[in-house]
């Protein structure tokens, strides 16, 4: 059989290093046709001179000669692309059979509804495409015949457990909740009053999963298990009031199916995404990843508690804007995005991030039910504008 074709969008970031590292460890199964970054030209270039791509694209179309410079002394000759869309140009290559969607934030949605429309195996950690825009993707992949594969830890580890033969987007039959497991993030023993005063870098420092920076900031303010929820809604075709989420600090147990014969299957494995992104590529065969295998008895313990959302009000958000539906996700993960990268940046405190969320969904009003892309994007980019106005308002107060 020859190599699948793969292109990995997000191919500097932690999802996209441990997908290039179990590739690493298949070389006559996988063949990378494309890899793509926003600006880390340096690491893209390391990448290309490995892993020898006939694509290398840069979304920071200002770094293009800069990639271009070291891509000739690497002495290496891909088809270069630049800009917003090369990720979208990628995503459909008839070369390509199969797209990792590892890009952080709402700018993986185009690329991502691209690859679904365009029928390939379409392996998902991009959670927020699916936050705004999850049934769009799934009827784009139902029309092209593409496969979904969540790489999303619990995710995959639902897809898991769920019965054979059952599809995306529907509910599975049987099957009465599924419970999500959170780690709880760094500050899950943290009172109320010490969480006023997290830095950037103690949101980034997880005790258990090493990520990047946005995601380690939605795992500490437990927005991301919220923006899970919604994913798991979307992808298992349940309403929300069917999915749990319980606090598990040692992160084994990446999920939990409960069926109305009153089993309950769970996934377990170590925390280290190269097993669900092995398990999403192979699938249905099972193939190595390099991780460490589970010792259960090293492991000795496993916990599980009730999350918090007075400490935590991102996760009630988050079911807030489930209920509502219409573009409410889209709306909170765009405030999210913004009040992430504010935070980030020194100008917003950990507690404004939910602040700026739930002010920019109460500000939003009726809501009308976005269902097109446009309607999506426009939505994204009012609520980006409300976050902006609210942020200037808090920094105003402070
Ligand atoms: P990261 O910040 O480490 O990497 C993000 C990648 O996306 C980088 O390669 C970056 O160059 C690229 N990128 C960023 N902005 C871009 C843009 N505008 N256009 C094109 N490319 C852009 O993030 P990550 O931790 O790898 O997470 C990636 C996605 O996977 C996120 O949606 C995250 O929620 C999800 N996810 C991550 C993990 C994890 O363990 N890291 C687990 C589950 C889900
Ligand atoms: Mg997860």
Not at 46 to 58: G, L, S, T, V
Not at 253 to 280: C, F, K, N, W
Request: charged share 20%.
């Amino acid at each position: 059989m020859s190599a699948q074709g793969i292109a990995v969008l997000g191919s500097t970031g932690s999802i996209g290093e441990n997908t290039l590292d179990v590739l690493r460890q298949h070389p006559g199964r996988y063949r990378v046709v494309a890899l793509l970054a926003r600006s880390n030209v340096r690491r893209l270039v390391e990448q290309a001179r490995e892993f020898r791509p006939d694509y290398i694209a840069i979304a920071d179309a200002t770094l293009l000669p800069q990639l271009r410079s070291l891509l000739q002394q690497a002495g290496l000759a891909p088809q270069v692309l630049a800009g917003p869309r090369a990720a979208e140009e990628l995503a459909v290559l008839p070369e390509v059979q199969c797209v990792m969607a590892a890009i952080v934030g709402a700018a993986g949605l185009p690329s991502t509804l691209a690859a679904a429309g365009a029928g390939k195996r379409l392996c998902i950690a991009n959670k927020e495409a699916l936050v705004m825009a999850g049934p769009l993707v799934l009827a784009a992949a139902r029309r092209s015949g593409a496969l979904i594969m969540p790489i999303d830890s619990e995710h995959n580890a639902i897809f898991q457990c769920l019965p054979a033969g059952a599809r995306l987007g529907e509910a599975p039959a049987g099957v009465r909740r599924v419970l999500l497991t959170a780690s709880g993030g760094p500050f899950r023993d943290w009172s109320a009053a010490a969480l006023e005063n997290v830095t950037p870098q103690q949101a980034c420092a997880h005790p258990v999963w090493s990520m990047g920076r946005k995601i380690s900031v939605d795992s500490a303010t437990l927005m991301n298990k919220g923006l899970e929820m919604i994913e798991a809604a979307l992808l298992f075709g349940l309403p929300a009031g069917r999915i749990e989420v319980v606090i598990h600090r040692q992160s084994v147990v990446h999920s939990l199916v409960e069926y109305v014969d009153g089993s309950v299957l769970a996934q377990l494995g170590s925390p280290d995404m190269r097993t669900p992104i092995a398990h999403a590529l192979a699938w249905p065969e099972r193939m190595a990843s390099g991780v460490q295998f589970l010792d259960l008895l090293r492991v000795a313990r496993l916990d599980f508690e009730a999350p918090d959302t007075g400490r935590f009000p991102c996760l009630a958000l988050a079911v807030e804007a489930a209920r509502a539906g219409g573009e409410m996700p889209a709306v909170l993960n765009a405030a999210n995005e913004v009040a992430v990268e504010a935070f980030l940046a020194g100008r917003l405190g950990f507690g404004g991030i939910p602040e700026t969320c739930a002010a920019v969904m109460n500000a939003w009003g009726s809501l009308n039910g976005a269902r097109e892309l446009d309607a999506i994007l426009a939505a994204d980019a009012r609520a980006r504008a409300l976050a902006g106005e609210e942020l200037a308002r808090q920094e105003a107060k402070a």
